[in-house]
Nanobody, 115 residues
Framework: VQLVESGGGLVQPGGSLRLSCEAS????????MSWHRQAPGKERELVAA????????NYADSVKGRFTISRDTAKNTVNLQMNSLKPEDTAVYYC?????????WGQGTQVTVSS
């Protein structure tokens, strides 16, 4: 099982980034997917989640209206489009796959929002 995140980097406040997570080694379409983040000294938190079918999404209040999660079953990827980024969005972002009692995590990608 592998989850490989990409797309992180340094961006100015108000800018945009698109994170991608490529999945392999399991039946992607059967798993709910989510993005989480962890800032220094803070606990890991849920940012956005999408159901296995893609028909349902939910977001942390802090990112509603700015972030959009999507999935592409043909490419086994889940994406997070992040707009209007703020310094408080700075964190390591992790991709997660979950189904019943199974849970897999990626290694994370750093997002830094700074002028």
């Amino acid at each position: 099982v592998q989850l490989v995140e990409s797309g992180g980097g340094l961006v100015q406040p108000g800018g945009s980034l698109r994170l991608s997570c490529e999945a392999s080694g399991f039946t992607f379409r059967a798993y709910a997917m989510s993005w989480h983040r962890q800032a220094p000294g803070k606990e890991r938190e849920l940012v956005a989640a999408i159901s296995s079918t893609g028909g349902s999404t939910n977001y942390a209040d802090s990112v509603k209206g700015r972030f959009t999660i999507s999935r592409d079953t043909a490419k086994n990827t889940v994406n997070l489009q992040m707009n209007s980024l703020k310094p408080e969005d700075t964190a390591v972002y992790y991709c997660r796959a979950r189904r019943d009692f199974a849970s897999y995590w990626g290694q994370g990608t750093q997002v830094t929002v700074s002028s």
